[in-house]
């Protein structure tokens, strides 16, 4: 199937680029559920999953309104104001939908599935402010334990993103830049054109203008989100995701512990993946308490941040701290 979404000049130019929070969550959160996992996010899949069930967060609000394959519910993905929103701007964008909209999007996530509608979407049509409240906490624990320990390199993949295609518009042009951006996406003649789409994408039934928002789990496909009067939305995956999830590049640790202390050294390498205190206890042969102690210092320091993921705390390294091991010239 081929859908066409034709384009005017002031089409064109109301084009732009968003990195989206809650786009990471509904496509990071559908990944997680499939059993058909990719190999390309193997390493942080196999990390997350386990914290996913223990918190029942598999069988929650997100796993009705995120079905694995399909449409999903167009309200988690507010049209974001800005380049860089917030996770919280977006949520609070979501405890705003219409409860009309809520329902009409409930219907036809009913209509896709073969047992109907479950109890969570006659509470979201009932009392849609209540239970939107319940869906944005979810998508808030969920964060922390699935996204917010990896976020520093995540977003900077994202950003890095849009500034290439920003630079590839100023030198290039709209049209090759949306030539570019996945292989089912083609641009003909003023024309953005979808290839092998379940669902059309035609002007008539949505805004002006078109927001682009690359994605670290959309691979290998382009979602789209379609809701009058507001701009089509098109997640697509991100250059560079290939090596998103590879174990990063380290200088040689008598360099950093020669400033920072062998055991905070150490702890900053086996952080390459977000850790508990325990885990990096068990892993480096320190104590608990000292483990502890280091990570207090360390997080004051900016190098590493502090993530609940239910009884635990995961500490995962930061940019700075990313910079600070890297090899020379890396």
């Known amino acids: 199937m081929q859908a066409g979404l034709s384009f005017s000049a002031a089409d064109l130019a109301q084009t732009r680029f968003a990195v989206s929070p809650m786009w990471e969550v509904v496509t990071s959160f559908r990944l997680l559920r499939r059993a058909d996992e990719q190999p390309l996010y193997r390493r942080w899949a196999e990390q997350v999953r386990p914290r996913l069930v223990r918190a029942g967060l598999d069988r929650g609000w997100l796993a009705e309104l995120v079905p694995v394959d399909g449409y999903l519910a167009d309200f988690l993905n507010p049209t974001p104001a800005g380049p860089f929103p917030t996770l919280a701007t977006e949520l609070e964008a979501i405890r705003r939908t219409a409860p009309e909209r809520v329902r009409v999007e409930l219907g036809m996530l009913a209509a896709e599935r073969d047992d109907g509608a479950p109890a969570r979407f006659r509470i979201l049509s009932e009392a849609p402010e209540e239970a939107l409240a319940k869906v944005a906490a979810e998508v808030e624990a969920y964060w922390e334990l699935a996204l917010a320990p990896y976020w520093e390199r995540i977003r900077r993949l994202l950003e890095a993103d849009v500034f290439h295609r920003a630079r590839q518009v100023a030198e290039h042009g709209s049209a090759h830049v949306l030539n570019e951006l996945h292989d089912s996406v083609r641009w003909d003649?003023?024309?953005?054109?979808?290839?092998?789409?379940?669902?059309?994408?035609?002007?008539?039934?949505?805004?002006?203008?078109?927001?682009?928002?690359?994605?670290?789990?959309?691979?290998?496909?382009?979602?789209?989100?379609?809701?009058?009067?507001?701009?089509?939305?098109?997640?697509?995956?991100?250059?560079?995701?290939?090596?998103?999830?590879?174990?990063?590049?380290?200088?040689?640790?008598?360099?950093?512990?020669?400033?920072?202390?062998?055991?905070?050294?150490?702890?900053?390498?086996?952080?390459?993946?977000?850790?508990?205190?325990?885990?990096?206890?068990?892993?480096?042969?320190?104590?608990?308490?000292?483990?502890?102690?280091?990570?207090?210092?360390?997080?004051?320091?900016?190098?590493?941040?502090?993530?609940?993921?239910?009884?635990?705390?995961?500490?995962?390294?930061?940019?700075?701290?990313?910079?600070?091991?890297?090899?020379?010239?890396?």
């Not at 990063?248 to 086996?270: F, I, K, N």
């Not at 977000?274 to 997080?299: E, M």
């Open 189 to 330: 003649d003023g024309t953005l054109r979808l290839v092998r789409r379940h669902c059309a994408l035609t002007r008539d039934q949505v805004g002006s203008g078109l927001l682009l928002v690359p994605s670290a789990f959309a691979w290998p496909k382009v979602l789209t989100r379609s809701v009058a009067p507001e701009p089509p939305q098109l997640a697509y995956p991100a250059r560079g995701i290939g090596n998103l999830w590879e174990p990063r590049a380290t200088t040689s640790p008598d360099a950093v512990a020669a400033v920072l202390g062998r055991s905070r050294t150490m702890l900053l390498t086996e952080l390459d993946t977000p850790a508990s205190t325990t885990r990096l206890a068990q892993r480096s042969g320190l104590s608990a308490a000292g483990v502890s102690q280091h990570l207090t210092a360390l997080r004051n320091a900016g190098l590493v941040t502090a993530h609940r993921s239910g009884r635990s705390v995961l500490y995962a390294r930061t940019a700075l701290a990313d910079a600070l091991l890297a090899p020379a010239g890396h």
